[in-house]
């Protein structure tokens, strides 16, 4: 008897950090590894070495008789993890020409992600990860106020995961993750918004009526959108009520200035004396006499303080414009002022994940303070917003250290504000953040470690967030005739896979549809949006589907109609994803029928069947042994 084929490997170019990291979880996915690298790997955990099909290739990953020799021409997947994005890129040329049909994931940051972002549009089969763009997702969600886990688009609907209780079911859909405990939810947002918290006012008063009592308006009566705005802010007021004064001064100084002579001179000396001169206005309104008369001192008086008002409002207009002018021609920025009352959210270094985060925060209405990681700058904004206080700091460099100090010193000055904190470790990162207290510390190589896994299986993931004790990913599945998700209901695919399924598209309806019904079965063409961890993946991976966790014994008490049993039948068939012939094959009667199904299913024949005239009894959970 022939020995079965070997199946494809696949390649793991760059066995730094990251590589290895993703070795490690690619083991556990029974598919054959190969390596190859620059220089001898230094391995951080000798047994990984043992997972790998073949010795490690020493080579260039940039050249093609290297990559035959890794066997990359073979493979099914090949991860180009090298710390240098070019290296990497110039790679992922060589991979396709050797390899057509291979799935390539590149590592590529900073500049060169927009090369790599074109060669994902053209060439077919390749994705671009970038470590430090991933942190964005989890960063976003760790510094927004309020208790949500994560908050994501899935097909034009806004969902959030949150705790709380399930309350119904057509717009709550409880989380299924692997290390989560239960209590987690996932809603769209304006559900989730919709239910009050405690101690907030009846949803039924105006806010206008909260703390005291307003008659309400009739319900023709709309104020206009100026009127119901505040059109100026109180920065604004100010510089309307400066700009009021001013006219007012100028108005009677040309009235004053005018006593006796022209309109035209009271311009001419006002105007003047508001420029900063003051000799040439003054000799203008005595006219040539000498000075020494009592009304000529307040005269004097008057206009060197309009004289001096004149000189300090052309100065600061001078220093406005010089201002303007310098910093465009240097390329400098000023730090905008902030609203007054408003609480902004501080981020210390990170450049370009700063610049996408601030862009992120303020495109949802938060006031964001961007600083430099270097003492300066921070101790500039500490003394800034002393007394202002901030929603939430973000520490962002690179430097594990100087993230740690960072955080033990604003962590003093606001103690109420949320935490969050990048590092490169990653095993470490959940045992720092409880070390620290109170700080949520993000692993930049394990969320890249997970996405990078995820696509060298072809799927794409759309976001990755840390919910609870796990690693959730937002994966994007398209169903092919053949997979293991095909022909299954939602219901099985979410118990059976342990993960969630949060929007279905299908080629009969261009929009997506959030939160689908479990009782959906997946056909080709399909695509399903989940909520999954790495294991969850892994397990439709391998096809490794759990058998339903309830049992179901139901009885006709006497016979029925036919009309009713055929209902009966249909909505057997409905639930349970076969045909209205196999439900009539139960050959359900007077003797009790047992039905293995997963809860959500058990809910919905409950609540169908009962109706019908069918008894029923659900076995608890706990009494199944599968």
Not at 27 to 35: E, P, S, T
Not at 181 to 192: E, M, N, Y
Not at 318 to 331: H, K, M, T, W
Not at 488 to 508: E, W
């Amino acid at each position: 008897m022939a020995a079965p084929e070997p199946q494809p490997a696949i390649l793991i170019c760059g066995l730094g950090k990251l590589g290895q990291a993703c070795l490690r979880r690619l083991q556990g996915f029974d598919v054959a590894l190969l390596a190859m690298d620059r220089h001898a790997p230094d391995w951080h955990d000798p047994e990984l070495a043992h997972g790998l099909r073949a010795p490690v290739v020493i080579g260039d990953m940039r050249r093609a008789h290297h990559l035959r020799q890794a066997g990359a021409t073979g493979a099914r997947a090949v991860l180009l993890l090298s710390s240098e994005s070019t290296v990497n890129l110039e790679a992922a040329l060589q991979v396709r020409l050797l390899n057509p049909t291979a799935q390539i994931v590149v590592r590529a940051s900073g500049e060169q992600r927009q090369l790599g972002d074109l060669l994902e549009q053209r060439l077919a089969g390749i994705s671009v990860v970038d470590p430090v763009n991933l942190m964005r997702w989890a960063l976003l969600q760790a510094l927004r106020p309020g208790d949500a886990a994560a908050r994501f688009d899935a097909d034009g609907q806004a969902l959030s995961v949150f705790e709380g209780v399930w309350q119904d079911r057509r717009f709550q859909r409880p989380l299924l993750l692997d290390q989560l405990s239960t209590g987690w939810l996932v809603a769209p947002l304006a559900f989730q918004g919709s239910q009050p918290s405690p101690g907030s006012p009846p949803a039924d008063l105006a806010p206008s009526q909260v703390g005291r009592w307003r008659l309400r308006r009739p319900s023709w009566w709309r104020q206009p959108s100026w009127f119901r705005r505040p059109v100026l802010d109180q920065r604004s007021r100010r510089l309307g009520l400066l700009a009021i004064a001013l006219a007012v001064v100028v108005l009677i100084g040309i009235g004053h200035f005018a006593a006796g002579s022209s309109w035209q001179q009271g311009v001419f000396v006002t105007l003047a004396l508001l420029k900063g001169e003051f000799v040439d206005p003054v000799n203008a309104v005595l006219g040539g006499r000498p000075l020494g008369s009592g009304g000529d001192t307040w005269l004097v008086g008057g206009t060197l303080l309009l004289s001096l008002l004149g000189t300090v409002l052309t100065s600061a207009l001078v220093a406005v414009i010089l201002e303007r002018l310098l910093s465009a021609r240097f390329g400098l920025t000023v730090k905008p002022r902030l609203p007054r009352g408003v609480q902004p959210i501080l981020l210390v270094g990170g450049d370009g994940l700063a610049d996408a985060l601030s862009s992120e925060l303020q495109r949802e209405g938060y006031s964001v303070w961007a600083v430099d990681a270097q003492s300066p700058a921070l101790e500039q904004a500490q003394r800034s917003l002393k007394r202002r206080g901030v929603l939430a700091i973000g520490m962002l460099s690179g430097d594990l250290l100087a993230n740690v100090q960072g955080v033990l010193a604003l962590q003093q000055c606001w103690p109420a504000a949320r935490l969050a904190m990048v590092t490169s470790a990653e095993q470490a990162a959940e045992q720092l953040g409880e070390l620290l207290g109170g700080v949520t510390v993000i692993s930049s190589l394990s969320l890249a470690a997970d996405v990078v896994v995820a696509t060298a299986f072809g799927e794409r993931v759309e976001g990755v967030w840390p919910i609870g004790e796990a690693m959730g990913l937002l994966v994007r599945y398209r169903v092919n005739p053949g997979d293991t998700l095909c022909g299954l209901t939602l219901a099985r695919v979410q118990h059976g896979y342990g993960v969630t399924a949060i929007a279905l598209k299908r080629p009969s309806r261009g929009d997506g549809l959030a939160l689908p019904p479990v009782d959906l079965v997946l056909a080709s063409g399909d695509q399903l949006l989940i909520l999954a961890t790495l294991a969850g993946l892994r397990r439709i991976e391998l096809g490794q589907l759990q058998p339903p966790s309830q049992r179901l014994r139901l009885r006709l008490p006497r016979p029925l109609p036919d009309g009713r049993l055929f209902e009966v039948h249909r909505n057997l068939a409905r639930y349970l994803g076969c045909s209205v012939e196999a439900a009539h094959g139960l050959q359900l009667g007077l003797q009790w029928q047992e039905l293995a199904v997963d809860p959500d299913i058990a809910a919905l024949l409950v609540d169908s069947l009962g109706r019908l005239g069918v008894d029923m009894e659900l076995e608890p959970e706990a009494k199944l042994v599968l």
